[in-house]
Antibody
Framework: QITLRESGPTLVKPTQTLTLTCTFS??????????VAWIRQPPGEPLEWLVH???????RFNPSLRSRLTITKDTSKNQVVLLMSNMDPADTATYYC??????????????WGLGALVTVSS | QSVLTQPPSVSGAPGQRVTISCTGTRSNVGAGYDLHWYRQYPGTAPQLLIY???HRPSGVPDRFSGSKSGASASLAITGLQAEDEADYFCQSYDSSLSRYVFGPGTKLVVL
């Protein structure tokens, strides 16, 4: 059974850097083709893909946010960490991490964490 | 403003069949990129329903099916049930934007 869980602050101030951790189980980020993504959803809005990291440490970034994002993995801890710099109230959203399985198609998000609501406010 | 277009809402009575469309462009679905579908209940995380246009993950009932033709795709739900009332999102990849994209979502109302 694959599970993911996001953890981090619920409130950050404008200009601060957000750090979110995704802790997962049921799969290995050492396995060929596997990845973990971060996706966010502002209140009442559609989903927005942010970034993902693959088993081989290759990364894919949303070009509109690339300069603000950092993603790392710790395979021994089964964790992926997202850093987003220079936070703004417009970044208020629920942040999800999701499992990307190996598949013969464009990446999709087979399993999701429950999400972490992050509010940006002074 | 999403590059994938979905109707804001659809509705149907219990037992009926409904379809939800997702229309893309030449840089995403029309370019041959696969389309995936997710269901999201209020306040919860999305759940994968269909991947690679037509494939159901294990555990998803066969009442759910996907199809695609050209730059348009559809999710069909037969034997509509009250529990199907949720938001449905499509997802693909856009080569012009160089990113994975989601549709704006369609709210399914079971009458």
């Amino acid at each position: 059974q694959i599970t993911l869980r996001e953890s981090g602050p619920t409130l950050v101030k404008p200009t601060q850097t957000l750090t979110l951790t995704c802790t997962f189980s049921g799969f290995s980020l050492d396995s060929d083709g596997v990845g973990v993504a971060w996706i966010r959803q502002p209140p009442g809005e559609p989903l927005e893909w942010l970034v993902h990291i693959y088993w081989n440490s290759d990364r894919r970034f949303n070009p509109s946010l690339r300069s603000r994002l950092t993603i790392t993995k710790d395979t021994s801890k089964n964790q992926v960490v997202l850093l987003m710099s220079n936070m703004d109230p417009a970044d208020t959203a629920t942040y999800y991490c999701a499992h990307i399985p190996r598949a013969d198609t464009i990446d999709f998000f087979a399993h999701w964490g429950l999400g972490a609501l992050v509010t940006v406010s002074s | 403003q999403s590059v994938l277009t979905q109707p804001p809402s659809v509705s149907g009575a219990p037992g009926q069949r409904v379809t939800i469309s997702c229309t893309g462009t030449r840089s995403n679905v029309g370019a041959g990129y696969d389309l995936h579908w997710y269901r999201q209940y209020p306040g919860t995380a999305p759940q994968l329903l269909i991947y690679a246009d037509t494939h159901r993950p294990s555990g998803v009932p066969d009442r759910f099916s996907g199809s695609k033709s050209g730059a348009s795709a559809s999710l069909a739900i037969t034997g509509l049930q009250a529990e199907d009332e949720a938001d449905y999102f499509c997802q693909s990849y856009d080569s012009s934007l160089s990113r994975y994209v989601f549709g704006p979502g369609t709210k399914l109302v079971v009458l």
